[in-house]
């Protein structure tokens, strides 16, 4: 069974800089693209940034772009989120996913996605 675990979430000010992993096991997902969403209380899930499977194209939310990066260590079964200058709108769960099938495209929308981690907490104190 594949699974996804997130770490790297906690409290930080604005302005700050976190760094998100996501581990899988289970199989190799290095066919997979990867993509990171996050949910706040009463918020949808929504996209931030996913890599493709090749690990060469990423894809950002505007919201995010120029802040966040994105990478995949395919050796490591890993893929990071590297959040700079967080804001106090950038506080959620966030959640790191793969594509359902391999050498699939990056696709912004959750129903593309499985399986999840359980999420990682991000809070931004201003």
């Known amino acids: 069974q594949a699974q996804l675990v997130e770490s790297g979430g906690g409290l930080v000010q604005a302005g700050a800089s976190l760094r998100l992993s996501c581990t899988a096991s289970?199989?190799?997902?290095?066919?997979?693209?990867m993509g990171w969403f996050r949910q706040a209380p009463g918020k949808e899930r929504e996209f931030v940034a996913a890599?493709?499977?090749?690990?060469?194209?990423?894809r950002f939310a505007d919201s995010v772009k120029g802040r966040f990066t994105i990478s995949k260590d395919k050796d490591k079964n890993t893929v990071y989120l590297q959040m700079n200058s967080l804001k106090s709108e950038d506080a959620a769960v966030y959640y790191c996913?793969?594509?359902?099938?391999?050498?699939?495209?990056?696709?912004?929308?959750?129903?593309?996605?499985?399986?999840w981690g359980q999420g990682t907490q991000v809070t931004v104190s201003s």
């Open positions: 890599i493709d499977w090749t690990g060469r194209i990423p």
């Open positions: 996913a793969t594509r359902l099938n391999p050498i699939s495209l990056v696709s912004i929308f959750p129903k593309d996605y499985g399986p």
């Open positions: 289970g199989r190799s997902f290095s066919t997979y693209t």
